[in-house]
């Protein structure tokens, strides 16, 4: 059974950095890439960014480019999301989630992911 579950979220000052977690379970990194979204009450749910399985390579919003960074170990199964100088307008919830083949992720359409995790809140207080 394919799973992932994020950890890592919380309170943070603006300005501040938090690392999120994803931990995957079902099936081997090599195999996937895997996304982060976020999404706020009411509002549409947005990319972040994407780690291709092919090359390791990684894909950011434009909003998100030079501050966030993400990664994968893959002996741990697991990829992380590095945030840094939050904003305030960031508070979310992120989700982490993986696509088998095609190229949503890379292009960081939601709609076109596989598996979600259940996501995780951040909080960023001004």
């Known amino acids: 059974q394919v799973q992932l579950v994020e950890s890592g979220g919380g309170l943070v000052q603006s300005g501040g950095s938090l690392r999120l977690s994803c931990a995957v379970s079902?099936?081997?990194?090599?195999?996937?890439?895997i996304g982060w979204f976020r999404q706020a009450p009411g509002k549409e749910r947005e990319g972040v960014s994407c780690i291709r399985v092919s090359d390791g390579s990684t894909v950011y919003a434009d909003s998100m480019e030079g501050r966030f960074i993400v990664s994968r170990d893959n002996a741990k199964n697991t990829v992380y999301l590095q945030m840094n100088s939050l904003k305030p307008e960031e508070t979310d919830n992120y989700y982490c989630?993986?696509?088998?083949?095609?190229?949503?992720?890379?292009?960081?359409?939601?709609?076109?992911?596989?598996?979600w995790g259940k996501g995780n809140l951040v909080t960023v207080s001004s």
């Open positions: 989630a993986a696509e088998v083949y095609g190229s949503s992720c890379v292009f960081l359409r939601h709609s076109g992911m596989d598996y």
């Open positions: 079902g099936f081997t990194l090599d195999n996937y890439h």
